[in-house]
């Protein structure tokens, strides 16, 4: 079976600097896989690649053996893709379940915005989306925070809700960037406990790291990158013995 997500060959250049470097992945349905590196190695790089931010200056991403090249971001997530940010990206002054339905309306676009609230059936409508937002606010353990803002939420917190957020338009791929940056060590591992449960409700998930620590345990595979460049992948156990993943983690002579 081909692979749920495939990248042949990805590069990106900014002006002179080679930030993503003729970078080939492959993810599988139903799998973990971690990207990891140093800080400035690319893996923002290749979200905004595979979300359609930016377009490769060469190569070939595809999503179930369909090319994603040249779409926009809107139509990258209607295929299945949904994403999260590095840096928190929530609506601060809405209340936390109307940041996951706006989620939700990724799918359905304009017309229920539009609609909303005037008719019987987009009445119906927004009620079933008010309800499965409540279960997945479940889900990520925020539910009797639903009618807070946003902006209320302590910071772990807020990364929980862009994931629900992020999952309300039932993706088959999730990309998570840094899901427990800034999040303190016992927030940190529930993070990684909620990455495997979204693992275990069927969707994919792409992650990136900068601690190679935090994703050893949950990942299928790991691929590693540095400058831009791919210097190891494989199983847990091997990409953290590899001497080229600990000379670009802890430095020469390490
Ligand atoms: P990481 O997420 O691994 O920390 P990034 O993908 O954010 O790394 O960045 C990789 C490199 O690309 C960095 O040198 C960064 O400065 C550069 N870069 C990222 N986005 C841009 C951009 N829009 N314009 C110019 N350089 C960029
Ligand atoms: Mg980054």
Redesign the pocket.
């Known amino acids: 079976m081909s692979a749920l997500l495939s990248l042949r060959s990805v590069s990106k250049t900014?002006?002179g600097?080679a930030?993503?470097k003729s970078l080939s992945l492959d993810v599988e349905r139903g799998a973990i896989v971690s990207l990891i590196?140093?800080?400035?190695?690319?893996?923002?790089?290749?979200f905004?690649l595979i979300t359609g931010i930016?377009a490769p200056t060469d190569g070939t991403i595809s999503l179930d053996g369909r090319a994603l090249n040249g779409m926009k971001p809107s139509a990258v997530a209607a295929s299945g893709i949904m994403r999260t940010f590095?840096n928190i990206r929530l609506f601060a002054f809405m209340s936390v379940l109307d940041n996951v339905m706006v989620g939700r309306h990724v799918r359905m676009r304009a017309a229920v915005w539009d609609g909303a609230f005037h008719t019987p059936s987009a009445r119906r409508e927004e009620s079933a989306v008010a309800q499965s937002a409540m279960q997945l606010l479940e889900f990520v353990g925020l539910r009797r925070y639903a009618h807070e803002w946003a902006r209320n939420l302590p910071y772990g917190m807020q990364r929980r809700l862009e994931i629900a957020r992020a999952l309300a338009p039932e993706p088959s791929l999730l990309l998570l960037?840094e899901p427990a940056a800034g999040t303190n060590p016992a927030e940190k591992q529930a993070l990684m406990d909620l990455v495997t449960s979204i693992r275990d409700r069927g969707v994919t998930v792409l992650l990136?790291e900068?601690d190679m620590r935090l994703v050893m345990g949950i990942s299928d595979e790991i691929h590693v990158?540095d400058y831009?460049e791919k210097i190891a992948a494989g199983l847990p156990e091997t990409v953290r013995r590899d001497p080229r993943v600990i000379e670009a983690y802890l430095g020469k002579g390490a």
């Open positions: 900014f002006g600097l930030a993503v590196g140093p800080n400035g190695a690319g893996k923002s790089t290749v905004n930016y590095q960037d990136i900068h990158l831009g």
